[in-house]
């Protein structure tokens, strides 16, 4: 099949205008992230951070001062409290299933969102093969956690509870630092973990205000490389490893450090952190446009997540009625607009975003449905490629829809 | 949302941006529809049937992603002219995916759906003429009618798990 993509990618041939929105799945790492990590795959610091030559040397020190400032941008006491792990998927596996081995014999339930994203939801239900049992908090239509059953759930033999701090497909800021006062009032033993990904250089973000033990980041989520993310451990809360082999500079993930990954990741943090306010209020900018231009061109539209400031800035996720989310992700693509949609035809399963649904989309909702991000690196021009090209595209795949399906 | 690959080939893409035989028929004989909105894929065949039990038109629509509508437009296409046993004997998923240049196989469903339509269509037409369906129409279900109706209880069950608020909207 893969003889398929060359002439697929033909037919992209003679696009003037290509506008990346598809930064749920990964991003377009700027130029200065590059540069900056160039250096550390043959210029310097290419060492093995734990062995003691002068390349070695140079390694340990530039992971040491990147522990520091990623340790920094989260609100973390001390920089030993940082685990860089290949990406948020192995972070998240790594803070459910190593705080789960390893709290163990207080009790062996976990609780999570019903709108967690796939490597929390999955890997919490995996547990289940060890014994362990999750209980998942729903939401209501604008994807907030229900609070009060938040508080039912928790008991005494609860060790774990993972909720994200903004929803990856919704934008939904959630209340953690409630959410956490709530559980550990029910039970103090309990660990708190958070999904930070998308909370990360989008809305302020403080592990030590919100008071939770874990939390995970992610690198390609704030424009810096894939393959890269980060996990804070709260110093004294007990964890196991789930990875075995050579233990470096982190006592949580075997192996070498990747040094020229850590670099990107701690370059984009510092590019996302250094003008917060200006960087988010961009994203912000762009989004509304975006948003506002697509519902003045188009009807039967739904909006899906909350409004105003308990949304992230950078996140527009809208379902298109009589109109297939799969078949326009192509259409968009012909025109040099890349976005990704919760539409089910992607999975033999047949079932749509699981978060779209938690929300009660209706399935036709779901399948209409198309995600898009904004960046600092957009521009006005982007935004009004993307408005001027998208009500042609909607409708041309409305035509070939006619009555069908609509329910 | 788990993903794959999807490379779909020139021809697919081809009928997905040029699909032949879109729209709906005003004088259509038969009308059927396969598949449910809830899977994200749904389609509607029309036909346009002579005296002499000949398809002389089709055309369809469909609610369902590129493989989707590519397949339903190619159906279009393999049966117009053909008599409705010629197409009820000839026009198989296995014709149809040979002809499309293949398809990824997790797409199976969403062209098997078109064959579907089509077989329902043909024994929707004798049902609404009133007439006892000839020999070459089985009583049971063909290996493509199957696939839709798995596919429709599918997503009846999935709609069963939907929230109190999706029921409210519907």
Known sequence: MVENVKELLKLHEGITHEVYLDNENSSIVPQEVVDAMLPYYNKKAYGNPTLTHKPGWEAFEVIMNSFQKIANYMGAKILEEITFTPSETEANNLAIMGTAFAQKSKGKKIVISEIEPINVLQVAEMMGKFGFSTTKIPVNNEGFIDLEKLKEAVDNETILVSISAVNNELGTIQPIKEAVDIVKAKNPQTLFHTDASDAYGRIPLNVQDLKVDLATVGSYKIQGPRGMGAMYLREGVNMERILEGQIGTQKLWPGVENTPLIVGFTKASELAFENFEANTAKMRTLRDKLVDGIFNELDDLRFNGPKGDKRSPDNANISILRCEGEALTIELSLKGIYVSSGSACSRRLLQPSHVLVAIGRRFSEAHGSILMKTTRSLTEEDIAYVLESLPTAVNRIRGIVGSTGVD | ?170
């Open chain 2, 1 to 170: 949302m788990s993903r794959i690959p999807l490379p779909y080939n020139p021809k697919v893409m081809d009928l997905f941006r040029h699909p032949k035989n879109l729209g709906k028929m005003e004088d259509a004989t038969v009308v059927a529809v396969a598949g449910n909105p809830a899977c994200g894929d749904m389609i509607t065949f029309y036909l346009k049937i002579s005296a002499q039990d000949i398809i002389e038109r089709a055309s369809f629509e469909s609610y369902g992603c590129a493989a989707n509508i590519a397949t339903s437009s190619i159906v279009t296409e393999m049966i117009k002219g053909l008599s409705l046993e010629a197409a009820w004997k000839d026009i198989t998923w296995k014709r149809v995916t040979d002809e499309i240049g293949g398809l990824p196989s997790v797409k199976f469903h969403c062209g098997v759906l078109a064959v579907g339509a089509l077989k329902r269509a043909i024994r929707q037409y004798f049902k609404e003429k009133g007439v006892a369906a000839p020999e070459w129409l089985p009583n049971e279900h063909t290996f493509e009618e199957k696939q839709a109706l798995e596919e429709e209880e599918l997503a009846k069950t999935l709609s069963k798990r939907l929230k109190p608020e999706a029921e409210k909207q519907s």
